[in-house]
């Protein structure tokens, strides 16, 4: 994720990650996985990336995309969000998109689409 990150010439997101990804370092921090130490450097890792990102706003047009993204793909709400935003980045930007994420079903949702993922599929 790193070298492709330091290869592209913009990193887009939806505005939502911002809550899933403070989430889930909270959720590492309070089950211990995490140090105190760890989650504040994570957490501040996180902020500084959150300036460099192409931030794909929630509204009505992505929402609307992303219900019909999950009924076909039967996915979860946010994860459909996720999706939505991917395709949207992709038909503004003219350069390829690469859709990343650590879920085997977002991933083949996201390939059905005709995205090309960060990371290869499972069989």
Request: net charge positive.
């Amino acid at each position: 994720m790193h070298e492709r990150w330091s290869q592209a010439s913009a990193v887009a997101t939806s505005l939502v990650t911002l809550v899933e990804a403070r989430a889930a370092l909270a959720r590492r921090r309070h089950r211990s996985d995490l140090s105190p130490a760890q989650y504040r450097r994570g957490v501040q890792q996180f902020t500084d990336d959150w300036e460099r990102l192409v931030r794909i706003e929630v509204n009505e047009r992505l929402v609307t995309r992303a219900a019909d993204l999950a009924d076909a793909h039967r996915l979860r709400g946010y994860d459909a969000i996720h999706l939505a935003s991917a395709v949207l980045a992709a038909e503004r930007f003219t350069e390829e998109t690469i859709f990343g994420s650590w879920d085997d079903a977002l991933d083949a949702a996201a390939a059905r689409e005709g995205l090309h993922l960060l990371r290869p599929r499972r069989r």
